[in-house]
């Protein structure tokens, strides 16, 4: 069994996968982090690997324990991926993103993907048929965009993310809640129109903490899918133990 932690900005997820299949997710904040592991260890005693990647700061005692109980992989740039990396800058590279395309490479082998991942950001990464990553996009996310909104301008208030009923504001409230919801949806959809001109036949997965409100909303068709990024880190670790 293998344990797979990917550690986000706000939240971390937690999975635990008997060969491809994920058995068990959990969603935490890191203050309960060596609790939750403690728990996980216990109910799953045939755990014998781990991977951890995180785009925040875990603390490097919590990466010490894992280390401590489990054969563990830190993912970052240098690892080894089931994918050609064209990246510019790899240095650079969030991981996450890194996972995302390892999925798309295992579950859509020899397909043209863009795998766009709404959350804190919203992020689009593209790998070819010949499994050849070029990059992508980097956008501001739903809350991000309320948040700026309300940071800075002097009257403009924080608002919760709620459906709009009407691409015509009515209110300030009304306005706001338009422009950021239906400015993602737009953005998304003119994005995968975009890569489709280029690539007819383009598989679209899109995942992340937004992905299931936005999937209901996009005219384009998409594969949305929670477990993708947790997929692809297992994927990263079946393969590196097997070179």
């Excluded at 904040?29 to 755990?47: A, D, L």
């Excluded at 899109?206 to 936005?214: P, R």
């Amino acid at each position: 069994m293998n344990l797979v932690i990917d550690v986000g900005n706000t939240f971390t997820k937690i999975g635990v996968f008997e060969g491809a299949e994920i058995i068990y997710k959990k969603t935490i904040r890191q203050e309960s982090f060596k609790k939750t592991i403690q728990k996980i260890t216990e109910e799953y005693p045939g755990i014998t690997n781990a991977i951890i990647s995180s785009v925040s700061n875990l603390q490097q005692s919590y990466i010490a324990y894992i280390k401590s109980l489990f054969d563990t992989l830190v993912l970052d740039h240098l690892v080894k991926m089931p994918f050609k990396n064209l990246y510019g800058t790899p240095e650079t590279l969030g991981i996450d993103r890194l996972a995302l395309v390892a999925a798309a490479t295992d579950q859509f082998s020899g397909k043209d993907v863009l795998v766009i991942d709404a959350g804190t950001c919203i992020t689009y990464d593209f790998k070819n048929k010949k499994e050849e990553y070029f990059g992508g996009a980097i956008a501001p996310g739903i809350r991000l965009r309320y948040s700026s909104l309300h940071s800075f301008t002097a009257k403009l208030p924080l608002l919760q993310l709620t459906a709009p009923k009407n691409h015509i504001g009515k209110s300030t409230e009304e306005a706001i809640h338009s422009g950021v919801v239906f400015g993602i949806l737009h953005e998304i959809d003119g994005v995968i129109t975009q890569y489709c001109n280029n690539y007819p036949d383009l598989t679209v997965i899109l995942t992340g903490g937004d992905a299931h409100f936005l999937s209901k909303r996009l005219k384009n068709s998409i594969f949305a899918t929670s477990n993708f990024l947790l997929e692809g880190l297992n994927h990263i670790l079946a393969f590196n133990n097997n070179k």
